[in-house]
């Protein structure tokens, strides 16, 4: 008996994993572990989008280099969906903080950087929703 769930989760590689040629290495790894990649597109964030997907961090001292960051490029949106895809795709993601992202994990392998750190990924199913919502409109 399987008692995992299907769900679906926002992920989003940042501006950095476009500038550094990350984006096929980190989509192999979602790939290869079985997560379906259901919709892909590039985007560019303005800051009204980001200050509302960065609400719980905005009052944060690091907010006005987080945007000034994630408005420096396009950055790659997609929904990702299968079994426990919330959490199976942030301990794939790795920790927050770089350096307590444990290697084999993306951040962990790939971020040397807090700010930086290459991707999203939602943390809640009610968040992947209200995220999937806000950046692909359904
Ligand atoms: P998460 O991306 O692992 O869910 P959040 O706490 O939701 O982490 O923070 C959103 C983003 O804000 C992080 O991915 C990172 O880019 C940035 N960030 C979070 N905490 C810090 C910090 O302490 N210093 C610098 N940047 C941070
Ligand atoms: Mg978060």
Not at 85 to 112: H, N, Q, S, W
């Amino acid at each position: 008996m399987t008692t995992e769930k299907t769900e679906r989760t926002y992920i989003m590689l940042k501006p950095d994993a476009l500038k550094r040629g990350l984006i096929g290495e980190i989509i192999a790894r979602i790939e290869k572990k079985g997560y379906k990649i259901k919709k892909i597109k590039t985007l560019e964030l303005d800051e009204a989008i980001l200050k509302e997907h960065y609400a719980h961090i905005a009052a944060r001292p690091f907010f006005p280099s987080l945007l000034q960051y994630m408005t420096s490029g396009p950055v790659v949106a997609m929904i990702v969906e299968g079994p426990d895809a919330v959490l199976g795709m942030r301990i794939l993601m790795g920790a927050t903080k770089f350096e307590e992202a444990l290697p084999g994990t993306i951040r962990g392998d790939y971020a040397f950087c807090t700010t930086e750190n290459l991707i999203h990924g939602s943390d809640s199913p009610e968040n992947a929703e209200i995220e999937i919502a806000r950046f692909f409109g359904e």
